[in-house]
């Protein structure tokens, strides 16, 4: 049972316009979800997250957005760089003792095209 | 520089024998995870640690230990008994409380 999908395996977009990277969940314990980022062979780093009690959140190029209603997230990267292209993993947490399990999506490839 | 550390990058097995790896943070976080990662798929979750002496089962804890003797060491041994051993293990920690976890660099392990 896949609490977190990123239907996307892949997606291209061209330098200078919009990343929209989506993320679907089914746990609704879930009440904060995280961004992360990975090139080949190095481990995950932290991008952008948001809360549930929020529906935006906004870090430089990157923007988060949480649709509670549709259990739905998605990424927006603007403009997106060369540099952008990573996998990008979506992860939900719910609110449960003091560590804090992420069950992550299966990650989407993101290509920007010079 | 504060950060997480796992060596080796690379490690290769023999079928049969029981491996360790070694994840270590100075970062002074309290709590530690151990994810394993194959090809199309997510982290999946192998164990946790909030505390020292203190450890937790996450999803696909079978075939794997571990030990928490340190605030700082968290080393995972991956036994026989797990079944498709060969993948890319990492190792992350976080402050108690914090959700956002931050990864070491991985060590990709080759069984055969």
């Known amino acids: 049972d896949q609490q977190v999908k990123q239907n996307s395996p892949s997606l291209s977009v061209q330098e200078g316009r919009i990343s929209i990277l989506n993320c679907d969940y089914t746990?609704?314990?879930?009440?904060?979800f995280l961004w992360y980022k990975k090139y080949p062979a190095e481990g995950p780093t932290f991008l952008i997250s948001i809360s549930s009690i929020k529906d935006k959140n906004e870090d430089g190029r990157f923007t988060v957005f949480l649709n509670k209603s549709a259990k739905h997230l998605s990424l927006h990267i603007v403009p997106s760089q060369p540099g952008d292209s990573a996998v990008y993993f979506c992860?939900?947490?719910?609110?449960?003792?003091?560590?804090?399990?992420?069950?992550f999506g299966s990650g989407t490839q993101l290509t920007v095209l010079p | 520089d504060g950060g997480i550390t796992q060596s080796p990058k690379y490690l290769f097995r023999k079928e049969g024998q029981n491996v360790t790896l070694s994840c270590e943070q100075n970062?002074?976080?309290?709590?530690m995870y151990w994810y394993r990662q194959d090809p199309g798929q997510g982290l999946r979750l192998i164990y946790y640690s909030q505390i020292v002496n203190d450890f937790q089962k996450g999803d696909i804890a079978e075939g794997y230990s571990v030990s928490r003797e340190k605030k700082e060491s968290f080393p995972l041994t991956v036994t026989s008994a797990q079944k498709n051993p060969t993948a890319f293990y990492l190792c992350?920690?976080?402050?108690?409380?914090?959700?956002?976890?931050?990864f070491g660099p991985g060590t990709r392990l080759t069984v055969t």
């Open positions: 992350a920690s976080s402050p108690a409380i914090y959700y956002e976890q931050y």
């Open positions: 746990n609704s314990m879930f009440d904060y």
């Open positions: 992860a939900g947490a719910p609110f449960s003792g003091s560590a804090r399990q992420l069950t």
């Open positions: 970062l002074n976080h309290d709590a």
